[in-house]
């Protein structure tokens, strides 16, 4: 338990900085892994769920054949190389609708200033037309990263039709982790646009001490980190579970087809896609309380575990 502890501790404080926050990926991804391959064991002989031990952020497990210094910092080596992995799919998987949000956003905001009425429908249209390729891209996430985790290469992230048969074998555990989503989102949501009422709650709060304004700006960091990283871990190893739970499904022959099972499984899809619009909608909010162009390139919960910093503070 106490290595546990210590483990998060590191892991938080790795995350407030960008390339910390990479290793935090990683590590994340390594923890995916070793969830899935225990549940995936406790599940082949009808045992319950485990929850696997947090890896090493440092130190490499012992291994046959592995060296000194690959055991005293192997971890920080795999954690490097799990994150850039991640962080590549992650990025190639959400680019399609975050590159079209942050040219909606430019789009509008060029439109407000130049007064270019005639192109103003640019800016909605192609907010509108990421948002129709975020719930689809979002809804696959968190099966294709543990899909990736569990298979230990880049190209399983995208594979279409396995990805979207361990979607259909979780069936609704799978729509519960997308609400569990939307609803995790929601602190980061309000730490993010909370800051544009700092004054209005402080007057004065602008213009105290720089070091003392400083000072409350890195704490307020360290508690958004904190939570981004310790509900990361634990919606982390939901969808490891799912994943296990699914492949195991899926190598049996399963899910059972039927007209019921395919309209259970529209309506889990439509749950996921109303629960990832509400995470939509609350990055399009946030933003207008609170604009980072680097958010528009971190979905919440689905990107590096990073967060942005506070812009309307000096």
Not at 21 to 42: I, S, T, Y
Not at 88 to 110: D, I, Q, R
Request: hydrophobic content about 55%; charged content about 15%; proline content about 7%.
């Amino acid at each position: 338990m106490l290595g546990g502890l210590v483990r998060r501790a590191i892991a938080i404080l790795l995350a407030l900085h960008p390339l910390g926050a990479l290793l935090v990926l990683g590590w994340l991804m390594r923890l995916m892994r070793d969830e899935a391959a225990l549940n995936r064991r406790m599940q082949a002989a009808d045992l319950g769920p485990r929850r696997a031990p947090l890896p090493s952020l440092v130190m490499a497990d012992p291994a046959p054949g592995r060296g000194w210094l690959m055991r005293q910092i192997g971890g920080l080596w795999l954690n490097l190389r799990d994150g850039v992995a991640a962080l590549v799919t992650t990025t190639l998987g959400t680019l399609p609708f975050t590159a079209l949000w942050l040219m909606s956003w430019w789009g509008g905001w060029e439109n407000s200033f130049n007064k270019g009425y005639e192109q103003s429908w640019i800016g909605p249209s192609l907010g509108l037309l990421g948002t129709a390729l975020a719930l689809p891209l979002l809804t696959r996430l968190p099966m294709a990263l543990a899909h990736q985790a569990a298979e230990g290469r880049m190209s399983a992230f995208f594979a279409r039709h396995p990805v979207a048969r361990l979607i259909r074998a979780a069936g609704w555990r799978y729509a519960v982790l997308a609400v569990l989503s939307a609803l995790a989102a929601l602190p980061l949501f309000a730490l993010q646009g909370m800051p544009v009422f700092f004054e209005d709650w402080s007057p004065g709060f602008v213009d105290r001490d720089p070091e003392d304004v400083q000072t409350f700006i890195a704490g307020y960091r360290l508690v958004a980190t904190a939570y981004l990283v310790l509900v990361l871990i634990a919606l982390r190893r939901m969808a490891a579970r799912l994943h296990a739970r699914a492949s195991l499904i899926v190598e049996a022959g399963g899910p059972a087809r039927g007209t019921a099972r395919r309209l259970g499984a529209w309506a889990c899809v439509a749950v996921c896609w109303a629960a990832w619009f509400a995470v939509v909608a609350q990055v399009f909010v946030a933003q207008f309380l609170n604009h980072q162009w680097v958010v528009w390139f971190i979905p919440p919960l689905s990107g590096l575990p990073f967060f942005a910093p506070l812009t309307p503070l000096p």
